[in-house]
């Protein structure tokens, strides 16, 4: 099972390396003179601004590295995800990180390859009374013959694209780490989410006794740099697909997952 191996320290450790990495970085590179306006939600792994005030997580990492090589600053803020979204729309802020989808596409560009596949797991109660279906569950299929409730999180596109869909009854949270106490409570069946993520807010929550992660994986979200059509930054996406392949080619993605990921 993938969980977090890290807790405040470890990202405060993250964070002091990533310092000195992008400090040696950026000494030979001349940068543009608009920086990216970034717009995330706060959500350990991917990225986090810590209580020393600085950026940390993997798609930080991942993206501004990237940037970086291409002469591009950048600047990152946090908002609730909805606004993320609204933000990047309008205009007001020129990327985000996400899941292209064909109404995302039609204000924002993107790269043609993913820079990370988040692998989807079925999560549920420990006492459900259909835990051995549940861990039998093959397909999408599956979780509407056994009328299964979903919890996820408002603004999920993947949930809306995949289980809404197709007629799946979804119950959803503002927050996603109250996503975890509405399971635990018996308010829904089943999460389907991302165990590096999961398990850090489960335990947080107090309820890592009542809910287990089966051996379920139904799919893997494909996360992309987005940027509103009328930034001049989105010319560049081609050329941020190629930092990313060289990035991957030298070790580099590899060696910032291993910082955040443990096998326990």
């Given at each position: 099972?993938?969980r977090i191996m890290f807790g405040r320290a470890g990202r405060r450790?993250?964070?002091?390396?990533?310092?000195?990495?992008?400090?040696?970085?950026?000494?030979?590179?001349?940068?543009?003179?608009?920086?990216?306006?970034?717009?995330?939600?706060?959500?350990?792994?991917?990225?986090?601004?810590?209580?020393?005030?600085?950026?940390?997580?993997?798609?930080?990492?991942?993206?501004?590295?990237?940037?970086?090589?291409?002469?591009?600053?950048?600047?990152?803020?946090?908002?609730?995800?909805?606004?993320?979204?609204?933000?990047?729309?309008?205009?007001?802020?020129?990327?985000?990180?996400?899941?292209?989808?064909?109404?995302?596409?039609?204000?924002?560009?993107?790269?043609?390859?993913?820079?990370?596949?988040?692998?989807?797991?079925?999560?549920?109660?420990?006492?459900?009374?259909?835990?051995?279906?549940?861990?039998?569950?093959?397909?999408?299929?599956?979780?509407?013959?056994?009328?299964?409730?979903?919890?996820?999180?408002h603004g999920n596109g993947w949930n809306d694209k995949c289980i809404?869909?197709?007629?799946?009854?979804?119950?959803?949270?503002?927050?996603?780490?109250?996503?975890?106490?509405?399971?635990?409570?018996?308010?829904?069946?089943?999460?389907?989410?991302?165990?590096?993520?999961?398990?850090?807010?489960?335990?947080?929550?107090?309820?890592?006794?009542?809910?287990?992660?089966?051996?379920?994986?139904?799919?893997?979200?494909?996360?992309?740099?987005?940027?509103?059509?009328?930034?001049?930054?989105?010319?560049?996406?081609?050329?941020?697909?190629?930092?990313?392949?060289?990035?991957?080619?030298?070790?580099?993605?590899?060696?910032?997952?291993?910082?955040?990921?443990?096998?326990?």
């Amino acid at each position: 099972m993938w969980r977090i191996m890290f807790g405040r320290a470890g990202r405060r450790l993250a964070g002091w390396c990533l310092a000195a990495a992008l400090l040696a970085a950026l000494a030979p590179v001349s940068f543009a003179a608009e920086p990216l306006r970034v717009a995330y939600p706060d959500y350990w792994p991917f990225f986090t601004r810590s209580e020393e005030g600085y950026m940390t997580g993997f798609f930080y990492e991942i993206v501004s590295e990237a940037l970086v090589r291409l002469g591009i600053g950048s600047t990152w803020r946090a908002y609730p995800w909805s606004r993320c979204q609204a933000l990047v729309r309008s205009g007001d802020v020129d990327a985000m990180i996400t899941v292209p989808t064909a109404e995302r596409l039609v204000y924002a560009a993107t790269h043609k390859n993913p820079f990370y596949l988040k692998r989807l797991k079925v999560f549920t109660t420990a006492d459900h009374p259909k835990l051995a279906e549940i861990r039998d569950i093959r397909s999408i299929d599956d979780i509407f013959r056994l009328g299964l409730v979903v919890l996820t999180y408002h603004g999920n596109g993947w949930n809306d694209k995949c289980i809404r869909s197709r007629g799946i009854k979804t119950y959803e949270s503002p927050l996603l780490k109250n996503v975890w106490l509405m399971l635990a409570n018996h308010r829904g069946d089943i999460v389907i989410e991302w165990p590096m993520a999961a398990w850090p807010l489960i335990e947080e929550g107090g309820v890592g006794n009542r809910i287990v992660e089966t051996d379920v994986s139904l799919d893997a979200m494909p996360f992309h740099l987005l940027i509103n059509r009328d930034c001049p930054h989105a010319a560049r996406l081609p050329e941020f697909d190629e930092a990313i392949k060289e990035m991957k080619a030298e070790g580099r993605l590899d060696a910032i997952l291993s910082k955040y990921e443990g096998n326990q």
